[in-house]
């Protein structure tokens, strides 16, 4: 339910936060532009232009700390990319050996089904079958209730 003006200052706020120190060095050259175009329709003295060079100096030594801060930074963030990458790959390759792992397994265990079916008609065992059911007593219980039926394998 915030308006979209709303929404922008939130925005504006919290990139204001994120570049302060950026932000601050853009304010200051531009002041000292400003200082120098003023000065320059009056009278420009040497204190003015080397206390402006000075400022250029120091501006332009931030500019490179946070430069060098930056391209460290990226660099770790490329590492961990790549670390992460070669993680994802690993996972992907132990996911395969585990799907061929589990059809193996499934395709084994049809087969033990399937011989096991085959055993119980060629001997023609009996095998008992339960039929579970239940049922709710007066007093809100249930009972389990068991029905064996026993039957017999016909030989083919």
């Known amino acids: 339910g915030r308006t979209a003006a709303a929404c922008a200052f939130r ?3 919290s990139v204001r ?10 304010k200051a050259a531009r002041l000292q ?5 003023s000065s ?8 003015a232009v080397m206390m402006a060079l000075r ?14 801060m930056l391209s460290k930074e990226t660099q770790k963030l490329h590492v961990q990319l790549q670390r992460m990458h ?11 050996h585990v799907h061929k792992q589990l059809r193996d397994a499934e ?5 033990w089904k399937q011989c096991a079916q085959q055993l119980r008609q060629h001997v023609g065992c009996a095998e008992d079958v339960e039929h579970i059911t239940f049922r709710m007593e007066a ?3 249930l009972e389990r209730i068991v029905h064996r039926e026993h039957s017999i394998a016909s030989f083919s």
């Open 40 to 47: 320059s329709m009056e009278e420009c003295s040497i204190e």
């Open 139 to 141: 007093n809100g219980n």
């Open 86 to 96: 070669f993680e994802c790959e690993e996972l992907r390759r132990t996911l395969a």
């Open 33 to 37: 532009r400003a200082a120098i175009r």
């Open 55 to 68: 400022s250029w100096k120091k501006n332009g030594d931030e500019t490179r700390k946070s430069y060098a």
């Open 11 to 13: 925005w504006n706020a």
């Open 17 to 26: 936060k994120q570049y302060a120190q950026e932000i601050h060095t853009a």
């Open 107 to 111: 395709q084994s265990c049809a087969e």
